[in-house]
Every structure is written in C-alpha cells, then in structure tokens.
C-alpha cells in the first residue's frame, strides 16, 4: 500500500542547504555559521531546549524568515542521478507543506470546505480523496463543523493531515503532536509511516516521541 501511496507524490526530489546561515533579532544571534544539507527522501530533527531557535531555523528553512547572513539553496531534481536545478525563494513554498501550533487554520470553515479550499492552491495526494482523508484523522462525525468548535485536539489533526497530504516534497514539521492525546499521537506516527516514506522530513522538537523515525539530528546550540 504504502509504494502505490508515493507513487502519487511529485517526482521531484529537493536538497535544502544552509550555507553560513545566521539569524539575528536585533543584536541577539539565534544561530549563527550553520553549514547543514537536507537531503531528499531523509528525514532530520532539529533540536534544542525551549526558546532556542528551533522553531525560527525551521521558518528560515520554510523561506518564511530571511537569513541575516549566509544562504539557503533549493535544489530541485526529478530523479536522484539528475543534478539538481536551483529554484528561488519565492517558489519554495510550492514544494513543502508545514504544520505548526503558530499557524492558523481558517475557523470560518468546515473541515471538509476547509480541505477542498486548501486543494486549489496546493494539490493533495490523489491517492487519497478528502472523505478518506477525513476518516484517517478520525473526525468523520466533524466533516461539517466549522473548526472554530475543534478541541486544540482536533485542530492538531487537521493541521497534520493538511501537511501529511498535500503532495509535497517537502514535510516540515514543528512540535507535530501538540496538544495530541495517546490516540492522536500514534495517529501521527501512522502518518509519517504510510504517507511519508520518500519526502524530506524535517522536525522541530525537544521530545523523542516526535522524531524517532529522524535517521540526523541537529542540535541547534551547537550554532550558536
């Protein structure tokens, strides 16, 4: 099942590179001379104690948050032999998905009307339709609430799954099991063990629980 499931995935693969990055606020250094390359189809956590910088380096990787020195490369390439093609800053968002407790979802909207808005500017794994995608996360009985009624619980699930399932190269997750009970939790390893076999992973966190399929660590204060 699973190798039917990343068939569908784009057949790009994309490398990110941090190149003597640094990131400051103010005159407070997050971290600084980070030389680090992501590879396709690996999967990364960046760690460190709370307000480290984890979540920050995660947003410069995301093209969300400029560099205040150095560089992030993108190379994107349909196959593992091609040498890779640069792609540019502002393109970048096409080729990841994000999940984070930060970003909003619109709470105006059903579950399901939230689903299909999201699918006409980022396409969603066609192995997967939205009803199935729905019932994977377990809030079949939601399908027509609007989210501003979700536990933080069920907000989290639908955060997932609209990462996990858009088709994406890409899958950059911070602190992915906030607010998740047990349930939630091994729901999100099934997640990463089903839909996200050949992306590159990259994982926010202090907590094992959370990257223990990550291969690389990066200790974000050994940057600092």
């Known amino acids: 099942e699973g190798a039917s499931l990343n068939a569908t995935l784009k057949t790009a693969w994309m490398t990110i590179s941090l190149i003597n990055t640094g990131k400051r606020f103010n005159r407070d250094w997050i971290f600084r001379h980070l030389n680090f390359q992501f590879s396709a189809g690996m999967a990364y956590a960046i760690t460190g104690p709370n307000g480290s910088g984890k979540s920050t380096l995660l947003q410069v990787i995301a093209g969300a948050l400029s560099p205040n020195e150095g560089k992030v490369e993108y190379l994107v390439k349909n196959d593992q ?7 540019s800053p502002e ?25 299909h808005f999201h ?33 933080s619980g069920m907000k989290q699930r639908v955060k997932l799954a609209q990462s996990v399932f858009s088709n994406t190269p890409v899958l950059l997750l911070d602190e992915p099991c906030t607010n998740l009970d047990a349930e939630g939790i091994a729901l999100y390893q099934r997640l990463i063990t089903t ?3 050949d992306r590159l992973i990259i994982v926010s966190s202090n907590d094992e629980t959370e990257y223990t399929f990550c291969s690389e660590q990066l200790n974000i204060n050994s940057y600092k």
Not at 81 to 87: C, F, K, R, S, V
């Open 195 to 197: 839909y996200c076999k």
């Open 81 to 87: 032999t091609q040498t890779g093609n640069p792609l």
């Open 91 to 115: 393109n970048v968002y096409l080729h990841l998905s994000i999940a984070a407790p930060y970003l909003e979802l619109i709470e105006e909207m059903t579950l399901h009307e939230f689903l």
């Open 119 to 151: 699918r006409q500017f980022k396409p969603l794994l066609t192995s997967v339709p939205i009803p199935d995608i729905i019932a994977l996360i377990g809030l079949e009985k939601a399908a027509h609430k609007q989210i501003r009624y979700f536990s």
